[in-house]
């Protein structure tokens, strides 16, 4: 069984109780995920997509987890999105990840002046 498989399972116990990842597991959960992503298998990498985009309501407020959210994984991720016959699940997946990397969710030390220009075009 592969890693977003496993990592899908657990996301879907933690939300039928209403429950939040540990820091430590979403930090593994998040390097499995990408390290998916970043594969060459593409059923892989749309599967971790969207496992990734229900993991963000489950991650804990981290500046670790934040990081890890960085500009390779969003390369790979627009270019998935840019690509032909993207599936809307995935294209949807795929903005869920950048607006909970862009509202500042999910880092507990917020850069003011990273989020707030943000808001102002929303």
Not at 16 to 28: G, N, V
Not at 96 to 120: E, Q, T, Y
Request: with cysteine; proline share 2%.
């Amino acid at each position: 069984m592969s890693d977003y498989n496993i990592i899908n399972r657990h996301a879907k116990e933690l939300h039928s109780k209403r429950a939040k990842l540990d820091e430590p597991t979403a930090i593994k959960y998040v390097e499995a995920l990408k390290q998916c992503i970043s594969g060459i298998n593409k059923l892989d990498k749309i599967n971790s997509i969207v496992v990734l985009a229900k993991c963000t309501d489950l991650f804990p407020q981290s500046d670790v987890i934040h990081n890890q959210l960085d500009s390779s994984l969003f390369a790979t991720l627009f270019e998935i999105a840019s690509s032909e016959n993207v599936a809307n699940e995935t294209l949807r997946s795929i903005l869920k990840i950048a607006i909970s990397f862009l509202s500042g969710v999910i880092p507990v030390h917020v850069d003011r002046f990273g989020f707030d220009d943000f808001h102002w075009y929303c």
